[in-house]
């Protein structure tokens, strides 16, 4: 175990360089680098940069790992079988993917993530993170913990998307996003993580009849945006 070890940490020394980065992490938060460099080691870790719309995983993709996002953004897709793309929620720094499909004990991926922008994530070994760390070290326990918590916050983003999607009409699924966003940011004023088409895909809606839609929301006076730049005029309380 302690020759294992040492050649894991001889191959994989440039990885305390993210050491920062990963204590920015809710996942690693408040771990030393001693603590770092072995959770790394426990879990069997890999670092690995992708480009802006590369595919860090792809739907159908055999599972290993869990990720998580160290730097950068990455939008989480489903391909249904007709061809049809849906966002289902956004990945950002310090968040993961695919922890709910390794605890269920799924065989591939049920979606993709694609980089939204350089990213830069950390592959975590599924095995060794769903079972009892063989040195009983508290610092494994505490990971499992806080990563329990990544899946509650998850879970929490995905009910508020059926919030969204539950609403009859394309005006009234846009109003409801835009209602939780202006909430999150506690101001009239918020930026959205995606552009029209990602919006569209997200909220699983036509296109062209939700830009016709956020124009006369526009001419209501009820919206003003500009590009990811949005104002909420109407319906929020911050005003």
């Known amino acids: 175990m302690i020759v294992e070890k040492v050649l894991f940490l001889q191959q994989n020394g440039g990885n305390l360089e993210h050491f920062s980065d990963l204590k920015a992490t809710k996942i690693f938060k408040d771990a030393s680098e001693q603590e770092c460099q072995a959770m790394m080691f426990c879990f069997k870790t ?3 940069n992708f480009a802006k719309n590369e595919y860090i995983v792809e739907q159908g993709q055999p599972i290993q790992d869990v990720v998580l996002m160290v730097k950068g953004s990455a939008n989480v897709e489903n391909l249904d079988t007709i061809g049809n793309v849906s966002i ?3 990945v950002k720094k310090g968040e993961v ?22 990213c830069l994530v950390l592959f975590m070994d599924r095995f060794r993170l769903t079972r009892q760390c063989e040195n009983r070290c508290k610092r494994h326990d505490q990971v499992i913990k806080n990563l329990m918590q990544a899946v509650a916050e998850t879970n929490k983003d995905l009910m508020d998307k059926l919030i969204h999607m539950s609403q009859k009409s394309t005006r009234d699924k846009l109003l409801s996003y835009f209602s939780l966003m202006s909430e999150r940011a506690k101001s009239s004023y918020f930026e959205i993580p995606f552009n029209v088409t990602e919006l569209a895909n997200y909220l699983s809606v036509d296109r062209s009849a939700m830009s016709n839609e956020l124009s006369k929301l526009k001419r209501d006076g009820i919206i003003d945006y500009d590009r990811k730049q949005y104002r909420l005029i109407k319906h929020s309380k911050y005003d």
């Not at 709910?100 to 350089?118: C, H, I, Q, R, T």
């Open 46 to 48: 890999r670092f690995k």
């Open 88 to 90: 289902l929620m956004q």
């Open 97 to 118: 993917f695919g922890l709910e499909s390794a605890f269920a004990g799924d065989e591939v991926y049920k979606d993709s993530l694609l980089a939204k922008e350089k």
